[in-house]
């Protein structure tokens, strides 16, 4: 069976120091996105993200906008400029495209947002407007959610600095006192902590985010794939539930393997990081996905330990723990409500890999 590919949810970017331990482990992860990348760039050599760019991550909109693209990037580039408060805004946003009338040639948020949502002047027949509605607001709150994200790294590395900013302005005040603490200054045990620090996405807000990611999943035809990971627990309750639900019986513990909690401070350092690793320890990585949903030998379990030590010493890299769960007899779009067979289909993991 085919566990080399991993399906992440329900974030739809992988753009953080706490995720990116996760391509140490799974050789290629794929992500949902709710807009595609601009023709010819985006999803190969070109790409911004270096892990895309790589082929360490694969990039897939089940239902792509086509000429409606600009316009709905028009909208979330207006929601960014702004700084409001994401979640009224959407709101607001969202009414005034369900009242108003869309103007000839008017490019306001709320005509983009009407044009997107199914408005009038769309000539969308009646039976269509409610499910493309839907896709339309899922793509919104995806999108917003891929901001808040991004803003949450930015506020931990801002924190960092300050904090370097301080320490190194003390030390000019109090001369050379702090010398052997700087030598133990660690950045990146600091911006553990200050990740750490910050608040987790309330359970709500998770919720909304994966009926979203589920929402945009069951929009298109996807390939099966046989691993699921997500670094929110609130996101793996629900798909435990559903399994439960489905089968009638909980999902078995399928082990557990230690991770760095991070590999880098920025992408660079962490795409540098983790293809060093992989290129060593590669063939253990797929050993262990390999022998899975088995239970995983202490012997091979420690090997990999070793291999982590080797490159992220845990006392500067951290560890968190990634808790993994057969789901037997079930495949992905079945367990999200795409009919499917009756008959047993396969195993399917899931992996959660907390943030410390």
Known sequence: ??????????????????????????????????????????????????????????????????????????????????????????????????????????????AILSSLLGGP???????????????????????????????????????????????????????????????????????????????????GTIRNRFRAWKQLFLSGELPTWRILATHWPDAADIILEAYERHRGQAATPAGALPLPTTVGLTMDEAFAAVAAFRKEFALLADELLATLPAPLPATLIKRWQDALEQHFPAGQFGRTVVAIHHLAGLDISTLLGKPGQEKDQGTLLLAIADIA
Not at 17 to 42: D, F, K, M, W
Not at 140 to 149: P, Q
Not at 181 to 203: F, S, Y
């Open 121 to 203: 002047g769309r000539k969308i027949a009646r039976e269509n407007e409610g499910p493309k509605q839907d896709l339309w607001q899922a793509r919104l709150v995806l999108k917003i959610g891929e901001i808040l994200d991004q803003e949450e790294e930015e506020i931990a590395r801002d924190l960092l600095a300050l904090d370097e900013d301080e320490h190194s302005l003390y030390t000019r005040l109090h001369g050379e006192d702090l010398v052997a603490a700087d030598e133990d200054d660690n950045p990146l045990a600091d911006l553990i902590d200050i990740r750490a620090r910050l608040r987790q996405p309330a359970t």
């Open 1 to 110: 069976m085919n566990l080399q590919d991993t399906l992440y949810f329900p974030g739809t970017a992988i753009a953080s120091g706490s995720q990116y331990p996760l391509y140490l482990l799974c050789p290629t992860i794929h992500l949902l996105q709710p807009v595609e990348p601009e023709e010819g760039a985006g999803d190969g050599p070109g790409s911004a993200d270096l892990f895309i760019n790589h082929g360490f991550c694969q990039v897939h909109t089940p239902q792509p906008l086509g000429p409606d693209r600009k316009r709905f990037l028009r909208l979330i580039d207006d929601i960014r400029e702004r700084k409001d408060d994401y979640a009224a805004q959407l709101s607001s946003l969202t009414m005034a495209a369900m009242t108003a009338p869309r103007q000839q040639d008017d490019d306001t948020s709320q």
